[in-house]
């Protein structure tokens, strides 16, 4: 059992880590998506940090569990497209409901948010 | 008209160090202003249908990026009224009061605005905000953060010095690269050093965003802190993010499984002159209530690279404090600076850092500079290499936890050879570069990067190239280090990779134990609650903090005394008579002299100085005899003694550690005509001027007094756990009404 409570803990290939023994990377046998974080872990990890006061910590972790789902360059370019002056209003909530419909709700509303300040904070591009 | 040339009083005080030190005068439109400005917001919070429609005196309309996203997710608004209302001295009351649980100061600073606890924090003074830092911090145990660097970005000096750092004691290593493109090659040396010397070491690569993030995403490194946060809007721009890019880069650090924290502090928003007349305190309440909005576990605060503009300023100090116990109170983890030497002044850089290091943080330093000054890569700490003794001491000192231990030299040299060597053949295996015997041995044995000589600076970023662009991830090193023979740190690695998957390391302010444990606020929650509660370190991490390598017990001493020991000399010749000669004098030796004690405190043997006193009585036409005197250790008794048996009423009074003295024999016991009482400053030339002074009381002539050495060293500090073990075994051969007898002067020169 882990602290989370989870039965077992997965690596994001949906393995299971007793499999990630020294003795299988020996034999060439585990790679970069095995020993990534799994999204379970993650939102099981967001109920434990509302259990300690911090909702702000598991919306962050739950917004992780979506990213799991994106490629490392997709990331940094949904990070970059956020930076200030990098994109119009209408690029923002384009990404955003891209996003959405990608099941990435909460990243999604992130985008539309800033969307919305940047264009009044003169923060588009 | 011209100046006045100051009086050499003030002169000399002017070529103190402490005047290197840059002190400006408080100026509030500069944002030169530690804990309140006139332009700081009088706290406000205004709740419309669920929604703040004002926040720190600024209408929703008019919320700059940084209020927003505060404002949208950062507050508590359950607690918001309750909190807002509380009077700040009840507030900062409760903060400091052992008998309000941490809990209940979470839940009413979740519903105060930045302003508000700003004011609060404000009220505190120094020993409340210790006392407030002890029951607030996150994590049950303290714990430190090290700093590993070098001018080269060598790999196997990286790897060893990673490997003392680890053995140290420290949780997490930080380091950077003069060269960015060796930033990877770095990363990995510092992964396998770690790894060598101890498990569960968490391990980060301070570079430009993307590229860290990238290594995280490889699994070289583990945590991220250098994701800046700023107070104000403009800053924050400059800084090209917004709260929402740094939200999500947030995000994208979890979702690889990465911890991280934020970075602010004081000074950041003065250098840039964008502080729009604001207290430090307030504009890093700001940074804090943004760092809890955004879902950061964390915050390295307390100043940072803008410590020493803090600390330029009135009741600056106080200010660092208060940052970091601002984020301990949004329920953060706090890494709390002292990572950026403040001053050029030993004693300002200490007063610093000592009063987090009493209190007691999750990290004490966010870098505590591991290696030398001048490796020190983010720039030198407020302590480094040069002080990890120090602070070791202070630990010990104190009785607290500092997260640091002693490790024994012989267990540095094998971790170091083993980290640099596993190192090399990593390097080896995988393509990456090779180096030589003889660099092996250089970055073994180097204190810092200068004692590698001339070295390949090219190998390291063709290396790290290599690294990047074969797509090396962590699966790649373990597999290296199985297959080179270093299998126990290939499977720490491999165990600390497997352990990262369940996230529990993602949770507010954990570590690693070497166990492989986390300890977190949710595994390890801080208790205080006043005297006899919170944490203690448990017996054996007592013994680690007491146990420094200096300290020495009566067994050393005497086993040093031992070796100094002359067969022959100092035989016994049978019971002391009195003398009838007028020219006799006695000099009377202490109970274990000739016996256990053979050196005195100066370095010279005990017959050496015997040596002295008789050739200094010679000289002046009299004869000494030696005594030994066993029925007390006092010098004075024994030189009134000696006194009394001399034909000529005259004595020297000695004590094995080296202090004398001519006594008189119708004088009280604690009179006395001379005494040399600095053992350790005495020389033979003096110990030979006594014995001719002894000499001219002893014929009723004119002496030439001698004058005790003076030094403004701490001779007391430095002798007198030695004193209290040479008087120790010169008491154990106390036998009350002993005869005294008189010793051979065979072999005294």
């Known amino acids: ?125 | 008209m011209a100046e006045e040339e100051p009086v050499g009083r003030i002169r000399f005080m002017d070529r103190q160090r402490v005047n290197l030190d840059g002190f400006a005068v408080e100026d509030p439109g500069l944002g030169l202003v530690a804990l309140r400005s006139p332009a700081d917001p009088e706290p406000s919070l205004t709740i419309s249908g669920g929604r703040v429609t004002e926040l720190d005196g600024v209408a929703e309309a008019d919320f700059d990026s940084i209020d927003a996203y505060i404002a949208r997710h950062g507050l508590d608004l359950a607690a918001a009224p309750e909190a807002m209302s509380l009077p700040d001295a009840e507030f900062a009351l409760r903060v400091i009061s052992p008998g309000v649980p941490r809990a209940e100061i979470i839940r009413l600073s979740a519903g105060a605005t930045p302003a508000k606890l700003a004011r609060v924090l404000a009220l505190l003074r120094p020993a409340e905000l210790g006392l407030a830092m002890t029951k607030l911090r996150g994590r049950r145990t303290p714990s430190n953060q090290a700093h590993v660097t070098n001018r080269l970005d060598d790999p196997l000096l990286l790897a060893a010095d990673s490997a003392t750092a680890a053995a140290f004691g420290f949780r997490e290593i930080e380091t950077t690269v003069p060269v960015l493109a060796d930033a990877p090659s770095n990363a990995v040396a510092c992964l396998i050093g770690a790894a060598v010397a101890a498990q569960g070491v968490l391990i980060q690569c301070s570079v430009e965003e993307a590229l860290e993030l990238e290594l995280g995403m490889r699994g070289l490194t583990s945590y991220a802190e250098t994701i800046s946060l700023y107070g104000t809007e403009q800053v924050f721009t400059d800084g090209d993010d917004t709260p929402w890019s740094k939200a999500f880069l947030t995000s994208a650090y979890a979702s690889r499984g990465m911890k991280m924290r934020v970075s602010s502090g004081a000074g950041a928003e003065v250098l840039m002159a964008g502080a729009e007349g604001r207290s430090m305190l307030y504009l890093e309440a700001r940074c804090v209530a943004l760092a809890r909005a955004i879902g950061a576990q964390g915050v390295q605060n307390g100043g940072i690279d803008g410590a020493s503009v803090a600390a330029s300023v009135p009741g600056g100090l106080r200010e660092l404090m208060s940052e970091n116990l601002m984020a301990m109170m949004r329920n953060l983890e706090s890494c709390s600076g002292n990572d950026a030497l403040m001053s050029e002044s030993d004693m300002r850089r200490t007063s610093r850092t000592l009063p987090i290091v009493l209190a007691g943080s999750d990290f004490v330093f966010s870098g505590f500079g591991s290696i030398q000054r001048y490796d020190n890569m983010f720039g030198p700490s407020n302590f480094n290499a040069e002080d990890i003794d120090d602070f070791l001491a202070m630990q010990r000192d104190w009785g607290v936890d500092g997260g640091l231990r002693t490790v024994p030299a012989g267990r540095i040299a094998g971790l170091r050879r083993e980290a640099a060597l596993a190192c090399r053949a990593v390097y080896r295996h995988l393509g990456l570069a090779d180096f030589s015997d003889e660099h092996v041995d250089l970055a073994v044995d180097a204190a810092g990067s200068k004692d590698l000589g001339p070295t390949d600076t090219l190998a390291v970023v063709s290396a790290a190239h290599a690294i990047r662009e074969g797509g090396l991830t962590v699966v790649d090193i373990v597999a290296a280090l199985d297959e080179t023979g270093y299998e126990d740190a290939a499977e720490r690695i491999m165990d600390m990779t497997r352990a990262r998957l369940s996230g529990d390391y993602l949770q507010t302010a954990a570590i690693f134990d070497e166990s492989l444990r986390v300890l977190s606020l949710v595994t390890d929650p801080n208790d205080y609650a006043g005297p006899g509660s919170g944490y203690e370190p448990g017996p054996a991490r007592q013994a680690e903090i007491d146990a420094i390598r200096q300290a020495r017990g009566v067994a050393d001493l005497r086993a040093e005394q031992a070796a100094s020991a002359t067969k022959g000399v100092l035989e016994p010749t049978g019971p002391a008579a009195p003398g009838q000669d007028p020219r006799d004098v006695v000099i009377g030796v202490s109970p274990a002299v000739g016996r256990d004690v053979w050196r005195s405190l100066s370095g010279l043997t005990v017959p050496e100085v015997l040596g002295e006193l008789l050739a200094g009585l010679e000289e002046e036409g009299c004869t000494g005899r030696v005594v030994r005197f066993g029925d007390t250790v006092d010098l004075g008794r024994i030189g009134l003694a000696a006194a009394r048996l001399a034909g000529s009423g005259i004595g020297i009074g000695l004590q094995g550690k080296g202090t004398a003295l001519v006594h008189r024999r119708d004088l009280a016991p604690l009179a006395n005509l001379e005494l040399y009482s600095v053992a350790p400053s005495v020389t033979r030339e003096l110990y030979r001027l006594l014995g001719g002074n002894a000499a001219r009381h002893a014929k009723g002539g004119t002496p030439d007094p001698a004058r005790n050495p003076y030094s403004d060293e701490a001779i007391e500090a430095r002798y007198h756990t030695t004193v209290i073990a040479l008087m120790a075994l010169e008491r154990a051969w106390v036998r009350p009404g002993a005869a005294a007898e008189e010793l051979s002067r065979e072999g005294l020169q």
């Not at chain 1, 034999?27 to 999204?39: A, L, N």
């Not at chain 1, 099941?103 to 800033?114: D, K």
Request: one cysteine or more.
């Open chain 1, 1 to 125: 059992m882990t602290l989370s409570g989870e039965p077992e803990v997965r690596g994001l290939s949906g393995r299971p880590v007793r499999e990630l023994t020294l003795e299988a990377v020996r034999h060439g046998e585990v790679s970069v998506p095995d020993v990534r974080i799994h999204p379970g872990a993650l939102e099981a990890q967001a109920v434990v940090a509302e259990q300690h006061a911090n909702p702000q910590l598991a919306e962050n972790l739950r917004r992780a569990a979506e990213l799991t789902a994106l490629g490392d360059d997709e990331v940094l370019a949904i990070y970059d497209a956020l930076r200030p002056g990098r994109s119009t209003p209408a690029e923002l909530t384009g990404l955003a409901a891209s996003l959405a419909g990608r099941g990435l709700p909460r990243c999604a509303a992130l985008l539309t948010e800033a969307a919305e300040v940047y264009a009044r904070r003169g923060l588009t591009r």
